[in-house]
Structure formats: structure tokens, C-alpha cells
């Protein structure tokens, strides 16, 4: 067999928010270099669109709604022994900090901020998630090394799961379990959701040129293979990390 | 709400420009302080007052606030 340090075989990923956008990106990818998916999203038609687009045999979609206790519960529960985690469920929320309100607050916070670390607790408190195993959450450039207009709500989740990932990689380290963040600069398939419909994409292209010095918007592989290396063994002496992937959008 | 309930409501969002200067028939995208702040408050404004979405193709769809007002009411 060539030489892959990246390789997946042998190893089960689950992945939340995996009927669209980024968590179906990284779906993808980790089936082709080897991974057995676990899939969840609330949608099961979706669901089942990126079960069709994985490769190789037996992963499983499991159809999960997020928004209550009882939906988390009942993934875990079903989920099988697992050696890798990508919570990439998840929601956006544009809006002016003089109009946050507390609904709109706690919607944001269970789905982005609860949600990915009851999953955490439970799987390791069921003993799903096996030794040695890779958390990989999917943070944002938002709340962590950027700011952006009509974010605030979003980057606060965003950071949350930031500082939750370093407290739990010192925690998990004792079993050789990694947890590390992915904070992705803008992807388009979330771009008209993030901007509440209030521009247009033509003006959120416009509004973001000459802001990335690679020269382009972030794609789902982007991140994918940034979790293909945090999942994977090469990744074996990194922990804690937040790692950016942005086009260099930080940097100006 | 009427008009000129609307026009200050609308002028409440702004914190630069001057309450005198919104008019209804103010083409509030010529403000130099509209921009996606103001934005997003005016959608937010509408959201609390009305229970009602105001959309980008919305905002594209008009220029005064008037027609704005008249916009939110017909939806």
C-alpha cells in the first residue's frame, strides 16, 4: 500500500451537521481516504444525499435532532464505538448587539455552544468514543482572532467551543484523545444564511474581494482536509490547537 | 404604526446622522451611515415592532423610507 501518514482506515468518524455545507464536505473527503462515517443531520433527505456521495462500505446515517436534550441523548445512544468526532452542526445569527435579545441568545448558544459539548460528555461517558481518539470542533476566525460586523452571538459560541476544546484536550490527553478546532474563513454555502438575506451573494462576493490573499472564498475540502490531518495518526503529538484555515484573511 | 411613527423608529437606529434629517421620503441609502450595521438593525427593528422579515431583495427594492413603510405594512 503507498505511503499515507493522512489514512483513515480503520477508523470511525462521527459527523453532526453532515447534511450539508462543511460537515457533508468533510464527510466526503474522510470516506474516500479510508474512514467509516457516522453521519447525523436533522434533515434525513439531505441525510441521505451525502450517504449516496460517501465511498467504501457500511457507514450509517443516523437522522438526529439537535435542538432538544432528548435528540442528543438518542444519538449517542445509537452511535457505535467511535475513534473520531466532528461536531459541525451549527448555526449562524447576524445581528446588531443593541437588538440581542434572549431567545435569539439561547437558540445560538445550545445549538453552537451546548449541543457539541453534551455530545462530548456523553460519548465519553458511554464509553463510544475509544482511546486514542480525535475531537475536531469546528470554531469560525469569529470571536477567536476576528470580528465582524453583526457577529457578536456568533463569535461568542465560537469562542466558547474554543476554550472547551483546550480544558477538555488537557482532560482527554490521559488517554491519548486529541480535541483541537478548525476556524474556517468564509465558505460560500453558508453565505446566504450568514447574511440574514440582508445583502445579496454578488454583494457579499464584492464585499469580501481583496480581503483574502489567496485570492479566493473557502471551499468544504478546505476544511475537510484540515480534519482529514486532526483525525488522522500525523496529527498524533497535536492537541489544543486552534487551526486556522482562511486564505491568509487574518493576516491582513 | 404610522408613517411618521415609522420614519422614527427608523431614524432611532442611526447614531451619527441626525434625527431632523430622516424624512419619508429620505433615500436612506445615500446616508454615509447606511451600511450593514445600520442594516441589520433596521431588519431587527422590524422584526420587534412588526413580527414581520424584511429582506435584502427588500431594501433593494426601494429607496425612501416611505416606500420601505409601505413595504413592511403589505406584507
Known amino acids: 500500500m503507498a505511503y499515507n501518514p493522512f489514512s483513515l482506515e480503520g477508523k470511525t468518524i462521527l459527523i453532526t451537521g453532515a447534511s450539508s455545507g462543511i460537515g457533508r464536505g468533510i464527510a466526503v473527503e474522510c470516506s474516500k481516504i479510508g474512514a467509516k462515517l457516522v453521519i447525523s443531520g436533522r434533515n434525513e433527505k439531505r441525510l441521505q444525499d451525502t450517504l449516496s456521495q460517501l465511498q467504501g462500505e457500511g457507514h450509517l446515517a443516523l437522522q438526529a435532532d439537535l435542538s432538544t436534550q432528548e435528540g442528543v441523548d438518542a444519538l449517542v445512544e445509537q452511535c457505535p464505538p467511535i475513534n473520531g468526532f466532528v461536531p459541525c452542526a451549527g448555526i449562524p445569527k447576524m445581528q446588531s448587539v443593541k437588538h440581542i435579545n434572549r431567545n435569539d441568545l439561547e437558540e445560538i448558544v445550545w445549538i453552537n455552544q451546548e449541543v457539541p459539548i453534551l455530545l462530548t460528555t456523553e460519548l465519553l461517558k458511554k464509553k463510544k468514543l475509544q482511546k486514542k481518539s480525535s475531537i475536531v470542533f469546528i470554531a469560525s476566525l469569529s470571536g477567536i482572532f476576528v470580528a465582524n460586523m453583526g457577529e457578536s452571538l456568533y463569535s461568542t459560541t465560537k469562542a466558547a467551543i474554543s476554550g472547551f476544546a483546550k480544558g477538555a484536550a488537557l482532560e482527554l490527553a490521559a488517554q491519548g484523545t486529541r480535541v483541537n478546532t478548525i476556524c474556517p474563513g468564509l465558505v460560500p454555502t453558508s453565505i446566504l444564511e450568514m447574511s440574514n438575506e440582508v445583502f445579496s451573494e454578488e454583494q457579499l462576493m464584492e464585499s469580501t474581494k481583496g480581503k483574502y490573499p489567496l485570492r479566493r472564498l473557502g471551499r468544504p475540502e478546505d476544511m475537510a482536509y484540515a480534519a482529514i490531518y486532526l483525525l488522522s495518526d500525523a496529527s498524533d503529538w497535536v492537541t489544543g490547537i486552534n487551526m486556522k484555515v482562511d486564505g491568509g484573511y487574518s493576516l491582513l | ?75
Open chain 2, 1 to 75: 404604526m404610522t408613517l411618521d411613527e415609522f420614519v422614527a423608529k427608523f431614524a432611532e437606529e442611526f447614531d451619527e446622522t441626525p434625527a431632523e434629517e430622516f424624512k419619508a421620503e429620505t433615500v436612506f441609502k445615500d446616508l454615509d451611515e447606511w451600511g450593514s450595521l445600520t442594516a441589520l438593525s433596521i431588519i431587527s427593528m422590524v422584526d420587534e415592532e412588526y413580527d414581520k422579515r424584511v429582506t435584502g431583495a427588500d431594501f433593494r427594492s426601494v429607496s425612501t423610507i416611505e416606500e420601505l413603510y409601505n413595504l413592511v405594512e403589505s406584507k
